[in-house]
């Protein structure tokens, strides 16, 4: 392993432990509402309301649902997961340090996983299947469910992401770039709740989920060591299990909408691992500050 011989100068994301608490605030309550607003959907508390937002568009005006189809492409896997690398490989080389693809190839993961296992035990049709039924565990249609909305999740952790890495930058770039990732996130739900794709509720929380999972995998990679950091301190064995998993990520951009690593089984049994890593990584950081008092 080489050791640079000049100190690090490069801009380097580092948590104050204001900063931490904040986000650990705004995580706690973003899985808050997620939890809560979803046991009220199993109850049914909303379905009434689901049910009158149908809007029945798309048979009876084509164009306004060809219009749709492309407009809520934003929130494909297939564009998402790309963007998102790329904006990680950007800022990566930019800073060099590791942490924002890192993270967002785990957030992505994480998304990928938590969407699609609700997807599988809730079984919800959505309302072009079954407009008058958005019940939970619908037994009369078999079928990935349609709670949360995969489309608003993706781009909800992406567009959380995007916020977070632009309030660490220059103040001018805040305000207009949540302007524009908000308009965007606006556009994608209404495209798809103008197609029918989607029940509203599943257009709200699959942001709220995504939002939540990349909140808690950025604080998940903010306790990596420089060591997965910084290009001249990872290492030979690091750089390989970077690239191993660089090359994982592409594969789920590049196969995101069929392909195995598009599963949500697969994107748990990933995320168990990295979990553990994650939990290796803080327990040697509290050993090695103990040792030092």
């Known amino acids: 392993m080489t050791v640079p011989e000049e100190p690090l100068t490069h801009p380097y994301v580092v948590l104050r432990p204001s900063q931490?608490?904040?986000?650990?605030?705004?995580?706690?309550?973003?899985?808050?509402?997620?939890?809560?607003?979803?046991?009220?959907?199993?109850?049914?508390?909303?379905?009434?309301?689901?049910?009158?937002?149908?809007?029945?568009?798309?048979?009876?005006?084509p164009i306004?649902?060809?219009i749709a189809r492309v407009t809520e492409k934003p929130g494909l896997r297939s564009i998402v997961y790309p963007f998102t690398l790329g904006a990680g490989i950007w800022l990566a080389?930019?800073?060099?340090?590791?942490h924002p693809p890192i993270t967002?190839?785990?957030?992505?993961?994480?998304?990928?996983g938590a969407t699609g296992f609700m997807k599988i035990i809730t079984?919800?049709?959505?309302?072009?299947?079954?407009?008058?039924?958005?019940?939970?565990?619908?037994?009369?249609?078999?079928?990935?469910?349609?709670?949360?909305?995969?489309?608003?999740?993706?781009?909800?952790?992406?567009?959380?992401?995007?916020i977070m890495a632009m309030?660490?930058?220059?103040?001018?770039?805040?305000?207009?770039?949540?302007?524009?990732?908000?308009?965007l996130c606006v556009v994608v739900a209404v495209s798809s709740w103008a197609r029918d794709t989607h029940w509203v509720s599943d257009?709200?929380?699959g942001y709220v989920i995504g939002a939540a999972c990349a909140m808690t995998t950025s604080l998940m990679t903010a306790d990596l060591s420089i060591h997965w950091r910084h290009p001249s301190y990872m290492g030979s064995t690091r750089m390989l299990i970077f690239a191993g998993v660089g090359i994982t990520a592409g594969s789920f951009a590049i196969f995101a909408e069929n392909s195995f690593l598009s599963h949500s089984n697969t994107s748990i049994i990933i995320m168990i691992g990295f979990a553990y890593v994650t939990w290796k990584q803080r327990k040697q950081r509290k050993q090695r500050s103990s040792n030092d008092q």
């Open 104 to 112: 967002a190839v785990w957030t992505l993961i994480m998304t990928n």
């Open 203 to 205: 257009l709200i929380f």
């Open 20 to 61: 931490r608490r904040k986000l650990i605030r705004y995580t706690k309550w973003t899985w808050i509402v997620y939890v809560v607003g979803t046991a009220l959907l199993l109850t049914g508390i909303f379905n009434a309301i689901d049910i009158r937002l149908v809007l029945g568009m798309w048979h009876s005006h």
């Open 123 to 162: 079984f919800r049709p959505t309302p072009r299947e079954d407009p008058g039924h958005p019940e939970f565990f619908n037994t009369q249609w078999i079928g990935i469910g349609a709670y949360p909305s995969g489309h608003t999740a993706n781009l909800g952790a992406a567009a959380a992401l995007g």
């Open 93 to 98: 080389i930019r800073r060099r340090d590791m």
């Open 167 to 183: 309030f660490a930058s220059r103040v001018k770039w805040r305000y207009l770039g949540t302007t524009v990732i908000g308009a």
């Open 64 to 66: 306004i649902n060809e």
